[in-house]
């Protein structure tokens, strides 16, 4: 999550091959009249997407966080005010970010799996602010599969880069630790106050912080995003936010995370990072994976998916015992 400590940029936009005023011009729009999609949501509409997501995250209500309010001027989150996150290790070391979405699922990028298929080689972290202290909420979760979209690199690089991931045993739901809720596929963006969280780099150096960190990012219309990136670039699965203003965006080690909004009073994930040009950079908004694009698909799989199979020792050495006893009694004629 990168703050640009210095002043404009000088760097990649400086080649910028379209009229920089004009750009400027369009930066300084409020976000007010930043626009995505086509029409507004009627509050009706809100309610429907509650209840479909409902139907997949049974208890409880997934986008109702606990902790309310925002720290201002500041960057460090506080505990339980995005209890959806998630942090996706590989072998040990944070990589990415994610976010639940049900009971057993976490919702993050395909890029974050990438460089090795073998599921073992990832855990899955819930309930953490800190990277480095496990707190009272804090939950590790081993794999089970990651299910990645099949549009992944297909018609783009890093089109269709979202992630399905199961976890091995059920994610416990407590104040700090909740689903967040699906874009419906039908959802329009327009004049939102949306919040991207992770423990990627601070800074363009590349500095980190173990302190999970949250940016506020207005949304860039997608004709704007597809002006400063170029029209092949930017896809209709893939959505733009960023803060021109004070320069913030997501960075190395956000990917996966969620781009959130708060629809009347519940928070929905429209984003999930993605990539962009350098950080914090004025021209290049932070592009996600628009998430009201594979709703449908999401919830397909979550739907559709097994639940993993469950060790049960306790269960298993009694079913042992029950066979033994079976065997013995079977056997018993047979010696009489
Ligand atoms: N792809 C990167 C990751 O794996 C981060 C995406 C955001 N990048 C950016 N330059 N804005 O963490």
Same mark, same amino acid.
């Given at each position: 999550?990168?703050?640009?400590?210095?002043?404009?940029?000088?760097?990649?936009?400086?080649?910028?091959?379209?009229?920089?005023?004009?750009?400027?011009?369009?930066?300084?729009?409020?976000?007010?009249?930043?626009?995505?999609?086509?029409?507004?949501?009627?509050?009706?509409? +809100?309610?429907? #997407?509650?209840?479909?997501?409902?139907?997949?995250?049974?208890?409880?209500?997934?986008?109702?966080?606990?902790?309310?309010?925002?720290?201002?001027?500041?960057?460090?989150?506080?505990?339980?005010?995005?209890?959806?996150?998630?942090?996706?290790?590989?072998?040990?070391?944070?990589?990415? &970010?994610?976010?639940?979405?049900?009971?057993?699922?976490?919702?993050?990028?395909?890029?974050?799996?990438?460089? @090795?298929? @073998?599921?073992?080689?990832?855990?899955?972290?819930?309930?953490?602010?800190?990277?480095?202290?496990?707190?009272?909420?804090?939950?590790?979760?081993?794999? @089970?599969?990651?299910?990645?979209? *099949?549009?992944?690199?297909?018609?783009?690089?890093?089109? &269709?880069?979202?992630?399905?991931?199961?976890?091995?045993?059920?994610?416990?739901?407590?104040?700090?630790?909740?689903?967040?809720?699906?874009?419906? =596929?039908?959802?329009?963006?327009?004049?939102?106050?949306?919040?991207?969280?992770?423990?990627?780099?601070?800074?363009?150096?590349?500095?980190?912080?173990?302190?999970?960190?949250?940016?506020?990012?207005?949304?860039? *219309?997608?004709?704007?995003?597809?002006?400063?990136?170029?029209?092949?670039?930017?896809?209709?699965?893939?959505?733009?936010?960023? @803060? #021109?203003?004070?320069?913030?965006?997501?960075?190395?080690?956000?990917?996966?995370? $969620?781009?959130?909004? +708060?629809?009347?009073?519940?928070?929905?994930?429209?984003?999930?990072?993605?990539?962009?040009?350098?950080?914090?950079? $004025?021209?290049?908004?932070?592009?996600?994976?628009?998430?009201?694009?594979?709703?449908?698909?999401?919830?397909?799989?979550?739907?559709?998916? =097994?639940?993993?199979?469950?060790?049960? *020792?306790?269960?298993?050495?009694?079913?042992?015992?029950?066979?033994?006893?079976?065997?013995?009694?079977?056997?018993? $004629?047979?010696?009489?």
């Amino acid at each position: 999550m990168a703050t640009a400590l210095t002043g404009p940029r000088t760097g990649p936009g400086e080649s910028w091959p379209t009229t920089p005023s004009l750009l400027l011009l369009l930066f300084l729009l409020p976000p007010t009249q930043v626009e995505a999609t086509a029409h507004r949501h009627p509050a009706s509409e +809100e309610v429907a #997407f509650s209840r479909d997501v409902g139907r997949t995250s049974p208890s409880p209500a997934c986008g109702q966080r606990h902790v309310q309010g925002k720290i201002l001027g500041g960057v460090d989150a506080l505990e339980g005010k995005w209890p959806w996150q998630a942090s996706v290790h590989f072998v040990g070391f944070h990589i990415c &970010g994610g976010s639940i979405i049900d009971e057993y699922w976490i919702l993050s990028a395909a890029h974050c799996f990438d460089r @090795n298929r @073998n599921t073992e080689a990832f855990d899955m972290y819930v309930g953490l602010v800190d990277l480095n202290v496990a707190g009272n909420h804090t939950q590790w979760f081993e794999v @089970n599969r990651v299910i990645i979209h *099949p549009t992944y690199e297909l018609y783009h690089p890093v089109g &269709g880069d979202i992630a399905l991931v199961q976890v091995k045993t059920r994610i416990v739901f407590s104040d700090s630790v909740l689903p967040i809720c699906i874009a419906p =596929p039908d959802l329009t963006l327009w004049n939102l106050s949306c919040w991207a969280t992770g423990w990627g780099s601070i800074s363009r150096k590349g500095d980190t912080s173990n302190k999970l960190q949250e940016v506020q990012l207005p949304l860039v *219309p997608f004709h704007l995003c597809r002006l400063l990136y170029g029209q092949t670039d930017i896809l209709p699965d893939m959505l733009c936010a960023g @803060n #021109f203003k004070d320069m913030k965006s997501a960075c190395e080690g956000d990917s996966g995370g $969620p781009l959130v909004c +708060e629809f009347d009073r519940t928070w929905v994930q429209i984003g999930v990072v993605s990539w962009g040009q350098g950080c914090a950079y $004025p021209m290049y908004p932070t592009v996600f994976a628009r998430v009201s694009f594979f709703s449908k698909w999401i919830h397909h799989h979550i739907e559709n998916t =097994p639940l993993p199979l469950q060790p049960l *020792p306790a269960l298993s050495s009694t079913l042992g015992a029950i066979i033994s006893v079976l065997m013995t009694s079977l056997a018993a $004629p047979s010696m009489l």
